[in-house]
């Protein structure tokens, strides 16, 4: 592999990417219920699809209670280096050099799974009937809304800051498939053991 090429755990391929997908999947169709039934911060008018509601409650769900707890934990226990860091906010000060940077990054990182989990909170709060009955003042439905313009506003800024720190090949390397051999899925309960072993002592 090319020095230019980072590595990147098969692990966190795996969880970020089918985690990326139902998030843009559920981004999307949600934008889809809204122009449907709501628009009135806008509106493209949308062929309709029916059941479009269910669809997103799908994805939503998927994500809910699959997805992202299994993606968040990685990131907890074995990702956190490239989550916030206590010196994260001061490092911050030295933005221009790489570190504050990558300093930005981390925080941004964060964010992604606090976006993703206030949309996910607050979905879980929106009834399947509201919008089909014209019922569009709900609080929860207009948190879930913001939810919406909060997780797309830091989508991309989660863009735009990865391809200022790593360039196109940090994003290539979230994709690869390949993987080397100490990071085998063989190896996975090995290294979970060992993690707990660790965790006892
Ligand atoms: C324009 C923005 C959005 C609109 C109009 C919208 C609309 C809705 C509606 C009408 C429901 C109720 C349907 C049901 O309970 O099955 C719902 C549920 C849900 N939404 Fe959204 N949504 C939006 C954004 C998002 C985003 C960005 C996510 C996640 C990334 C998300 C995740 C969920 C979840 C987890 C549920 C609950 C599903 C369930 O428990 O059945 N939503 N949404
Ligand atoms: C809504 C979807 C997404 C969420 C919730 C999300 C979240 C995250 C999180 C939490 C991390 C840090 C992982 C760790 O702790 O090890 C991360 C890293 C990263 N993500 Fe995303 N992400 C999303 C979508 C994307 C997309 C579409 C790309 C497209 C290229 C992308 C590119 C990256 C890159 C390049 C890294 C950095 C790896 C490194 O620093 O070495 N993410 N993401």
Redesign the pocket.
Same mark, same amino acid.
Do not use: C, D, E
């Given at each position: 592999m090319s020095r230019a090429t980072?590595y990147?755990p098969l692990l966190?391929r795996l969880l %970020?990417g089918i $985690?990326?997908l139902i998030?843009?999947l559920a981004i999307i169709t949600s934008y889809w219920v809204y122009d449907t039934y709501d628009g009135r911060f806008g509106q493209l008018s949308l062929p309709q699809i029916p059941g479009i509601i269910g669809i997103h409650g799908t994805f939503g769900k998927t994500l809910l209670l699959g997805v992202m707890p299994a993606?968040a934990l990685? #990131?907890f226990l074995?990702?956190?280096?490239?989550?916030v860091q206590p010196d994260s906010f001061q490092k911050l000060r030295q933005l221009g050099k790489p570190i504050g940077w990558y300093s930005l %990054?981390r925080i941004v $990182?964060?964010v992604?799974?606090l976006a993703?989990t206030f949309s996910l909170v607050t979905g879980s709060m929106v009834k399947e009937e509201w919008l089909p009955n014209g019922e569009l003042n709900h609080i929860w439905y207009y948190l879930h809304l913001t939810g919406w313009v909060i997780?797309v506003g830091c989508?991309a800024m %989660?863009?735009l800051i #990865?391809a200022k720190?790593?360039g196109l090949p940090?994003?290539v #390397?979230?994709?690869k498939l390949n993987y080397r051999p100490e990071d085998s899925p063989k190896k996975w309960i090995q290294t979970v053991r060992s993690f707990v072993q660790r965790e006892d002592r």
């Open positions: 980072p990147q966190l %970020h $985690n990326g998030a843009i993606f990685y #990131s074995l990702g956190s280096k490239r989550l %990054h $990182n964060t992604m799974l993703v997780l989508l %989660h863009l #990865s720190v790593g940090l994003w #390397s979230m994709f």
